[in-house]
């Protein structure tokens, strides 16, 4: 498939899901309808169902050493000046009693995706939504944990998580730039409280808004395909940075940090594959990780990619 069916379906007004991989050379469209046919089920907003099984999983993630050796490279890379934020990510190999299915249905999240026997997705995080002709995207950078004292004002004045946060939304202007116009940022930094298995997080997200031409459903499939990898998962500049996360994370992310979206006949909603559990030949990988800058902490990293291998 290609990115032109986007623009097919929507010009006709036609609701679909659609979904691609970190990079976007793979894209998959389906009419809704035909959902049930290939083995597909996706939720946004809507209540989950309360587990009757524990959430915990079992971890067997990179070790620390290993993990060291890659964050070295990648902060040569900056000092180098070859980027300036990398979103370094790694599998973890993980152990639970639920099925994908399973996990789909319990998990407490915005935006939902299962594919059967393949991978399911439970992301907090939106990527671009359109509605009329405006286009907005919503960063997503910096977290802490919601427990801690003081969280917000903490996370709000952390220095690093700061200049993190502006370089993606800086990112993402430039890209919303070469598709729409009139890009403005609406919100800048504020904060939003999620669920992370036994304990809450707090997210730094801004909000961006461009206008569209009124045909654009005509040139769906272009605007999205402008727009992926996703600048949040990938880092700035895109391009290179994008290069270098090739050959450091040395596996292949696949559909993780991929997107995956919803035409309901009239808006487009759509969001970032992060929180992402795939099946392969031996059971589970979960897939996580955080953005580097010069002024990141190996040890708070590695830390942040462990705790983001949880069930919501």
Known sequence: MTFDRLSSFASRNIPFLFYTDFKGEKIHVY???????????YALHQPYTPSQHSKELIKHPISFASYTKK??????????????????TQPTRIETDLTLQEIFHTAEAPFKLHVKNHFVCFSPEPFVEIKGNTISTYPMKGTIDASLPDAETRILANGKEMAEHI????????????????????????????SAGNKELLHVSSTIEGELSKNWKHNLGNIMQTLVPAGSIS??????????????EAYKRGYYSGIFGIFDGTTLKSSVMIRFIEKDGKGLIYKSGGGITLDSNVNEEYQELLDKVYIP
Request: charged share 30%; proline share 3%; with cysteine.
């Open 71 to 88: 964050f070295d490279r990648i902060i040569a890379q900056i000092k180098e000046g070859n980027t300036y934020l990398l979103n370094l």
């Open 31 to 41: 009419p809704l309808c035909d959902l049930h046919k290939v083995g597909i089920e």
């Open 167 to 194: 370089m993606v939304v800086d990112l993402l202007r430039n890209d919303l730039g070469m598709v729409a116009q009139k890009i403005r940022v609406k919100k800048f930094r504020y904060i939003q409280k999620i």
């Open 235 to 248: 880092g700035t500049p895109k391009k290179s940075t994008t290069h270098i996360i090739e050959e450091v």
